[in-house]
Nanobody
Framework: QVQLVESGGGLVQAGGSLRLSCAAS????????MGWFRQAPGKDREFIAV????????HYADSVKDRFTVSRDNAKNTLYLQMNSVKSEDTAVYYC???????????????????WGQGTQVTVSS
């Protein structure tokens, strides 16, 4: 089992930056693909970023490409999401997720993930 806890959310002005963290416990995440998703009010949870086991490959949703950066520190068992140039449409609850196996190198669908955090709220003011 893997427990995931997100932090770093809050209120930020449009154009600003925010860094989210996802601390894992229960087992090491070094062998697990990790991802970030978000869910805005009244909308489905959507994929925004994924990082492979070694951190050598990342993939982003078009809506956040070139603004958000996903990274991982396996020694700290932590996943990060650096959010720059945020927009009002980035307002959502952000979730980190882990896949229990590394058989899918770049998982981008909700069904690919086995473990989820409780989410952290990000609100962008215009």
């Amino acid at each position: 089992q893997v427990q995931l806890v997100e932090s770093g959310g809050g209120l930020v002005q449009a154009g600003g930056s925010l860094r989210l963290s996802c601390a894992a416990s229960g087992r090491t995440i070094s062998s697990l693909p990790m991802g970030w998703f978000r869910q805005a009010p009244g909308k489905d949870r959507e994929f925004i970023a994924v990082i492979t086991v070694a951190g050598t490959i990342t993939h982003y949703a078009d809506s956040v490409k070139d603004r958000f950066t996903v990274s991982r520190d396996n020694a700290k068992n932590t996943l990060y999401l650096q959010m720059n140039s945020v927009k009002s449409e980035d307002t959502a609850v952000y979730y980190c997720a882990a896949r229990a196996r590394s058989d899918v190198a770049v998982p981008t669908f909700l069904r690919h993930y086995d473990y989820w955090g409780q989410g952290t709220q990000v609100t962008v003011s215009s």
